[in-house]
């Protein structure tokens, strides 16, 4: 009996404790929708700031809660992916895990890289897209 209710105040107390007021609570982690825009790699700050990072996306359950939200405040995110380094090959910046060995959901032409200038990832109501990196845009925080 003793151990129903401590296992039952630990559940009560991690749910309550799951993430910081304005954070929501997806699959253990925490997400950040900002409501200020930055440059991608103002986002990046702000997000270390946190204690957290540009929301890298592993899989299409996660990129699926991320997409809800998205189209429900209809804004422009940036997340974690960047191919900053190495044009063509895109990673997650926190990580530094390559897109070619996790998950990826280009809409349509993309990546395009318009103009040899889009170099970090936008998620929109279209979807995900190479985005120039200076643009100031929402962005969204993931903490584990
Ligand atoms: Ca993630
Ligand atoms: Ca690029
Ligand atoms: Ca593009």
Same mark, same amino acid.
């Given at each position: 009996m003793k151990s129903i209710v401590v296992l039952a105040f630990f559940i009560t107390f991690q749910s309550i404790l799951a993430c910081d007021d304005g954070w929501l609570s997806y699959n253990g982690h925490c997400y950040l929708f900002s409501h200020d825009?930055?440059?991608?790699?103002?986002?990046?700050?702000?997000? =270390?700031?946190?204690?957290?990072?540009?929301?890298?996306? %592993?899989?299409?359950? &996660?990129?699926?809660?991320?997409?809800?939200?998205?189209?429900? =405040?209809?804004?422009?995110?940036?997340?974690?992916?960047? %191919?900053?380094?190495? &044009?063509g090959d895109w990673i997650w910046a926190n990580s530094k895990k390559h897109f070619s060995r996790t998950y990826d959901r280009w809409q349509g032409n993309e990546p395009n890289n318009k103009h040899g200038l889009e170099n970090c990832l936008m998620l929109g109501s279209f979807g995900w897209n190479d985005s120039t990196c200076p643009s100031q845009v929402n962005y969204i925080c993931e903490k584990n």
């Open positions: 825009i930055q440059s991608w790699i103002g986002s990046e700050g702000v997000c =270390f700031h946190f204690g957290a990072y540009l929301a890298e996306i %592993d899989d299409n359950a &996660e990129d699926m809660f991320l997409q809800n939200f998205v189209n429900m =405040f209809a804004k422009t995110y940036w997340v974690g992916g960047t %191919d900053l380094s190495n &044009e």
